[in-house]
């Protein structure tokens, strides 16, 4: 269903009681009765654990495809481990660590954009397309990575931060090309009607103020100003531990709404971000939605509201993706929480 979406993030702007938006699709294995495994590999199976997710969840903001960070550094030619019941990762780097500079470098010019529908993209095109199909009472959402934490995969996590000051035009390199194949794969996601995109940039809240803005923030910039329109919003998502000291440019980069992971303190999010700019977050995924207890969360969602809820821009969500074998009594006790805290 085709949405205006800048009016979406008006509305969800001024309202008083205002929907969570956690980013929740990995635990539809349980409802369908499947594996980690065959979700990501079957477009018919996506879209039928988002409707699950869906009719589970009726007060819920938003539908949100799956958060795996594997698929486009796969695509790059990265390896990748996959399993059961854990979202895929990847094992390995593209870009050699073990050779000299020069060599890097080369590698890094020499490194091929990837068609859109490589590896697994068109699955999870397919899947949006399908899924949109199925739900029409709230915005369907596909989830992309951003260009530093795709970089990072495609150079070894660690190394990249140390490149960024040792060989930041190389860098530089690798980044274009993650931000060229972003934006295509975006434009996918568009042309088969998803309503907008979630961009997952967990790697740059590891960067300095300086560094995340040359390194992640003028590239999402980029993309964000490439691929939204009015009627195809942009969510950024960032759960690294600086994040708090990077908003200038986070909140520069132009998106519908800005989501944040338990590594910072919500309310000094909230302290800081302009009165316009839509903050979601940050349940903890790992501690409270696969490990605690329905008590624990529903106590762990009214201290994060209670703190954040005076500011009209605050929406509550978890702090990341919610694992595959989270809870659903945990699930439930999260949505619970809410509609008790807006004495639905």
Same mark, same amino acid.
């Given at each position: ?10 509305? =969800? ?8 938006? &956690?980013? =929740?699709?990995? &635990?539809?294995?349980?409802? !369908? ?5 065959? !979700? ?47 979202? &895929?990762?990847?094992?390995? &780097? ?60 495609? !150079? ?55 560094? $995340? ?41 132009? $998106? ?18 302009? %009165? ?9 995924? %790992? ?37 595959? !074998? ?19």
């Amino acid at each position: 269903m085709k949405r205006n979406m800048d009016q979406w993030t008006k509305d =969800l702007l001024s309202a008083e009681q205002k929907k969570a938006v &956690p980013v =929740l699709s990995f &635990p539809s294995i349980q409802l !369908l009765g499947i594996t980690v495994k065959d !979700l990501i590999s079957d477009s018919d199976l996506q879209a039928r654990g988002m409707k699950a997710v869906a009719d589970r969840t009726p007060h819920a903001g938003a539908a949100v495809s799956l958060m795996d960070l594997s698929i486009e550094a796969e695509c790059f030619g990265a390896p990748i481990r996959v399993s059961d019941d854990e979202v &895929p990762t990847v094992t390995g &780097p593209v870009i050699s660590t073990e050779v000299e500079e020069e060599e890097r470098m080369e590698q890094a010019e020499a490194l091929q954009v990837p068609a859109v529908g490589t590896g697994r993209t068109q699955i999870y095109i397919d899947a949006i397309e399908k899924a949109m199909g199925m739900i029409d009472d709230r915005p369907v959402l596909a989830g992309v990575i951003g260009p530093f934490s795709l970089a990072g995969r495609l !150079l070894d996590v660690t190394q990249s931060l140390i490149y960024c000051y040792e060989e930041p035009d190389m860098v530089h390199v690798v980044l274009e090309k993650c931000t060229e194949f972003i934006i295509n794969y975006i434009e996918a996601y568009k042309a088969v009607g998803a309503n907008g995109v979630v961009i997952a940039e967990p790697l740059a809240g590891l960067l300095s103020p300086a560094l $995340a803005k040359e390194f992640s923030g003028d590239y999402i910039h980029r993309i964000v100003q490439a691929v939204r329109d009015e009627d195809f919003g942009v969510i950024y998502h960032n759960c690294g531990n600086t994040a708090n000291l990077t908003l200038d440019t986070i909140f520069s980069s132009g $998106a519908n709404a800005y989501h944040f992971g338990n590594a910072v303190d919500m309310a000094e999010i909230m302290e800081k971000a302009p %009165a316009d700019a839509i903050c979601m977050g940050n349940i903890d995924p %790992a501690g409270e939605f696969r490990n605690g207890t329905p008590a624990s969360i529903r106590e762990a969602t009214r201290s994060v509201m209670e703190k954040c809820c005076r500011y009209p821009n605050f929406v509550i969500s978890s702090g990341c993706d919610i694992p595959p !074998l989270s809870s659903w009594d945990n699930i439930d006790a999260f949505f619970a929480a809410v509609d008790e805290f807006y004495g639905r």
